[in-house]
């Protein structure tokens, strides 16, 4: 290709990116908030619940209909399918919903997957940062309630007592007003319990607890739907009472007839079990028979809507298993495709707000994607144009980052080679490896082609993708588990004294393997994909000695040919760019992306900076239009003919 045809290429290039910006920026700035996604990715799982868990299925459809002005309260697990920590929690939520199951008319437990591209929206709407997030929804909440965030805790018993709070507060309010009174009696005369009481209640059961205990608001809300007794607490705090009623030991409980009759029940065992357990037996004696409250939830609220809609089970294609097995160890270029457009389409966008700190991650992040990711030559566009609207930004919301990331992708488009879908990734459940498969995939690939770019330039900091990983994952991974232990890692394993470029490879590999160890045998392991020490021998013969420790020179190779461009596999894709896009790809990643640090003066072709570039255009437009003025003056003297004197032809006398 001659000098004139490639600075040819590179100038067309160059303005085309820069009219696309100012189109974007356009665009960006007439955003819709709450702008509905208008597609669905394969990649997301199909959820972590049922309705069969006594949980109930809330989707971008059905939510807001049902939590705002709502007859009951709601608790609702904001979550991600892929999320380790969220498989982890994911019993905990169960559990939590049998454990409670006759509260439902008071609070009903719920759970949203935000991992599903429709729901994606929703959870940034209503401020969900990290996964999981629970959030405790009023009695007539009002539309454009963001709900109130309560602590997950470190087991279901610490989720109830939070949620007993949250009760307790909510009827100090004045909201909950059908509930049953939860708030200790504080009366010392114990003829005020049957004020308003109905005809059908029989006894009042009395539990005697100490200051800060969950047991009489737990058992009261067990208990009460039974119409033929009430459930009340007393706490320590109530002396008169307690030496009124002879009460020397806590808890105890009291049973006050209708008639007047006192009687103090013996609980074998003094827990929210035994105590229950003890009432209806005290019931029993007495001829009054209860069995099951009923099941049903008052009006109605839980009948305005189904199960999420469209829950598709994909069944295994044998034959694509069989052909993927066939390839072998290698990197598939659409699990790198799909990790990136979850990463930049969906994950990043659910922040509220991006600046600070955050929004230097940000920069970083697209740095090393645009300088070293793969895609076609529109794909090397579309991620240097994002690189540079955010560059400009000193801030920026997650609505406006979504609107600018779909405004490019439709004006380069065909960005991608092939649908949002694993590959390599692929798990033997829909939310099972994916998107963590994948992120650890992308990563692997980005520290091998910094090195391939860079190994000849000595001021090069090994650090970069490491750097660029670390931000993103602290700052923008959903799994705040996740995070937490990476952070931790990093710091320990002290990863910012990288030396080398091949060094920045192992740290992430050896990194790798640490995670695996750890969660080998957890819930979230794919049973058909264990949680393996890689490589393994079959993937790399030589890559351990003889007493099983790692020879890291072999895996330092085996990493350089799995990760490095040349080992990438179309498999499912459009195919490899043509010749053209390939060598032009590599050119202009030299060019374009000469200097290692992200700023606002990055060098492109020739040393050329963007305003060296603004400048360039403005002074061409400028000498053009001054150009076509001189020659339309002199286009309209020439129409006029001079009249010729005697003087002009002999000179004057």
Not at 27 to 32: D, K, L
Not at 121 to 143: I, T, W
Not at 492 to 500: A, L
Request: aromatic share 10%; glycine share 6%; net charge neutral.
């Amino acid at each position: 290709m001659s000098s004139n045809a490639e600075r040819y290429r590179i100038a067309k290039l160059l303005v085309k990116t820069l009219l696309v910006q100012i189109l974007i920026l356009q665009r960006a700035s007439a955003a819709v908030v709450g702008h509905k996604e208008d597609y669905q990715s394969s990649a997301t799982g199909e959820g972590l619940y049922s309705t069969s868990d006594g949980i109930f299925i809330l989707n971008a459809t059905n939510l807001k209909s049902n939590i705002y002005e709502s007859k009951t309260a709601w608790l609702v697990e904001f979550y991600n399918s892929w999320c380790g920590y969220c498989h982890r929690f994911a019993p905990t939520w169960k559990a939590l919903a049998q454990d409670i199951e006759h509260w439902k008319d008071i609070v009903v437990i719920a759970a949203m997957d935000c991992a599903n591209d429709d729901n994606n929206p929703v959870c940034r709407d209503f401020e969900v940062m990290h996964y999981p997030m629970l959030k405790f929804f009023s009695v007539d909440a009002k539309v454009g309630n963001l709900g109130i965030e309560l602590d997950s805790g470190k087991d279901m018993n610490t989720i109830r007592h939070n949620l007993v709070n949250r009760l307790e507060k909510e009827q100090q309010e004045d909201r909950g007003s059908t509930w049953p009174n939860i708030a200790p009696y504080r009366s010392s005369d114990t003829k005020n319990l049957w004020k308003d009481i109905p005809e059908s209640v029989k006894y009042n059961f009395l539990i005697f607890e100490v200051v800060d205990s969950y047991l009489a608001t737990e058992v009261t809300l067990d208990l009460h739907k039974f119409d033929s007794l009430q459930v009340r607490g007393v706490t320590s705090e109530n002396e008169p009472l307690t030496i009124s009623l002879g009460v020397n030991k806590f808890p105890t409980v009291i049973a006050l007839g209708r008639d007047g009759t006192q009687q103090t029940i013996n609980a074998r065992y003094l827990t929210r079990e035994g105590l229950r357990k003890a009432i209806k037996d005290f019931l029993m004696l007495t001829g009054i028979v209860i069995g099951n409250p009923e099941d049903h939830s008052k009006d109605g609220t839980l009948t305005k809507s189904t199960e999420a809609p469209n829950k598709i089970e994909e069944a295994k294609d044998e034959k694509e298993l069989e052909e993927i097995r066939t390839i072998g160890d290698v990197l598939f270029q659409l699990d790198l495709e799909t990790a990136l457009r979850y990463s930049i389409e969906h994950e990043i966008p659910m922040s509220k707000v991006i600046d600070g700190e955050k929004l230097e991650a940000l920069k970083a992040y697209l740095n090393v994607l645009a300088k070293y990711f793969p895609l076609r030559r529109s794909g090397v566009l579309f991620l240097d144009a994002l690189r540079e609207i955010i560059d400009r930004r000193k801030s920026l919301s997650g609505v406006e980052l979504r609107q600018i990331i779909k405004s490019v992708e439709e004006e380069m488009s065909p960005i991608y080679s092939g649908p949002k879908r694993w590959i390599g990734c692929k798990g033997s459940m829909e939310h099972l490896r994916g998107y963590p498969c994948g992120l650890w995939t992308m990563f692997h690939m980005l520290t091998v082609n910094a090195a391939n770019h860079n190994k000849n330039i000595k001021e090069y900091p090994p650090q970069e993708v490491l750097r660029a990983m670390y931000g993103y994952i602290k700052h923008f991974f959903g799994c705040s588990d996740c995070s937490q232990h990476f952070v931790e890692m990093a710091a320990k394993d002290k990863m910012f004294q990288v030396q080398t470029i091949d060094e920045a490879i192992l740290w992430l590999w050896r990194s790798h393997n640490q995670v695996n160890k750890r969660l080998a045998g957890d819930e979230t392991e794919d049973p058909e994909y264990k949680k393996i020490q890689y490589p393994s021998k079959e993937q790399c013969s030589t890559c351990r000695y003889s007493n099983s420790s790692w020879n890291e020179v072999k895996v330092l190779r085996y990493m350089y040919r799995k990760y490095s461009y040349t080992g990438i596999n179309y498999y499912n894709s459009s195919g490899k760019p043509d010749d053209d896009d390939t060598g032009d790809d590599l050119k202009i990643r030299q060019g374009r992306f000469a200097l290692d640090k992200y700023t606002g003066q990055r060098r492109l072709g020739w040393d050329f900076t963007i305003f060296d570039i603004s400048i360039c255009v403005v002074l061409y437009v400028m000498s053009a239009t001054i150009l076509v003025l001189v020659c339309i003056k002199f286009a309209v003297k020439r129409t006029y003919r001079k009249k010729t004197y005697i003087h002009d032809l002999f000179g004057k006398v």
